[in-house]
């Protein structure tokens, strides 16, 4: 009788652990990357804008653009560079003038698509 006991006081206690602990290791490791990845997300705003390219870097990515205000983002006219993917930037060069769109995360843009504008 007594071995008895013991044995179904150590199977409530295994079914208690076995029922808490995925919940237990679950929270910590998940809920904050989730958590993080929600805020870093919210930061990211769109803008659109027209400008001239004056330096391009198809290999590093890089584009630099003298644009016009973009209003989403409140930014008024200036010479920045841009990240933007190579395959974005084929075909186009120096002194065209372009159309192009950007994701904003707060330190730095990224070209989401570029597009010459035909000559007035
Ligand atoms: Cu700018």
Do not use: Y
Request: aromatic share 4%; proline share 6%; hydrophobic share 40%.
């Amino acid at each position: 009788m007594k071995s008895m006991r013991i044995l179904a006081g150590s199977m409530v206690l295994l079914i208690a652990v076995s029922a808490c602990s995925p919940e237990a290791d679950k929270q910590p490791t998940t809920a904050p990357q989730e958590a993080t990845a929600a805020t870093s997300a919210s930061e990211v705003q769109h803008g659109k804008g027209e400008g001239t390219i004056t330096a391009i870097d198809a290999a590093k990515g890089t584009v630099t653009l003298d644009h016009g205000e973009i209003a989403a983002l409140k930014w008024p006219p200036m010479a920045m560079g841009f990240k933007a993917p190579s395959d974005l930037l084929k075909g186009l060069k120096i002194g065209d003038r372009v159309a192009f769109e950007l994701d904003w995360n707060g330190a730095e843009g990224s070209i989401t698509r570029i597009e010459a504008k035909s000559a007035p």
